[in-house]
T-cell receptor, first 113, second 114 residues
Framework: GAVVSQHPSRVICKSGTSVKIECRSLDFQATTMFWYRQFPKQSLMLMATSNEGSKATYEQGVEKDKFLINHASLTLSTLTVTSAHPEDSSFYIC?????????FGSGTQLSVL | AQSVSQHNHHVILSEAASLELGCNYSYGGTVNLFWYVQYPGQHLQLLLKYFSGDPLVKGIKGFEAEFIKSKFSFNLRKPSVQWSDTAEYFCAAEGAGATNKLIFGTGTLLAVQP
């Protein structure tokens, strides 16, 4: 069945560095992918909607220059956390929909030291 | 291994019928549990969550879920569904510790016929 692959699953980085997270749809094409983040003891928060071939749509309060999204192909969307700081430490997860169902990546736990 | 399973992949109900969607989890230690919904053309929304306390949790739009620790279950219920409940429903779990890796079930497509 359709699968969404997210990589890496866990990353630890120094403050000030940039981190790229990949989200791939396997076996299906996804014109739209979603990026979420979750803080401890809270629910998922939508960060942005990634549209293939066009600019991502960001939710209110999400910094576009901080969280760069590139959806260059129908099977790949990337989220780059630029100049990461400890407050960016969180769980990030992507999702993509085929013609019928929504699938989630396995998530990325980002820890910024 | 940590996992969340949803037994019903596709459910079709008539309006006013009662709904129960199954969710079981496999997790070492204390867990936090969630039900999310995605309506057609929209992004995920939180229906309800359980962290601790009363195992019967009430959420938005008349939904509720019961945490049964002995059965590792967190089933979603609604006494009387409406056509507007047509959506995809996801159960999710995370460890209650500092590392909040959220794991989703495969989802249940609910179609409510008027």
């Amino acid at each position: 069945g359709a699968v969404v692959s997210q990589h890496p699953s866990r990353v630890i980085c120094k403050s000030g560095t940039s981190v790229k997270i990949e989200c791939r749809s396997l076996d299906f094409q996804a014109t739209t992918m979603f990026w979420y983040r979750q803080f401890p003891k809270q629910s998922l928060m939508l960060m942005a909607t990634s549209n293939e071939g066009s600019k991502a749509t960001y939710e209110q309060g999400v910094e576009k220059d901080k969280f760069l999204i590139n959806h260059a192909s129908l099977t790949l969307s990337t989220l780059t956390v630029t100049s990461a700081h400890p407050e960016d430490s969180s769980f990030y997860i992507c999702s993509a929909r085929d013609a019928i169902k929504l699938f989630f990546g396995s998530g990325t736990q980002l820890s910024v030291l | 291994a940590q996992s969340v399973s949803q037994h019903n992949h596709h459910v079709i109900l008539s309006e006013a019928a009662s709904l129960e969607l199954g969710c079981n989890y496999s997790y070492g230690g204390t867990v936090n549990l969630f039900w999310y919904v995605q309506y057609p053309g929209q992004h995920l929304q939180l229906l309800l969550k359980y962290f601790s306390g009363d195992p019967l949790v009430k959420g938005i739009k008349g939904f509720e879920a019961e945490f049964i620790k002995s059965k590792f279950s967190f089933n979603l219920r609604k006494p009387s569904v409406q056509w507007s409940d047509t959506a995809e429903y996801f159960c999710a779990a995370e460890g209650a510790g500092a590392t909040n890796k959220l794991i989703f079930g495969t989802g249940t497509l609910l179609a409510v016929q008027p």
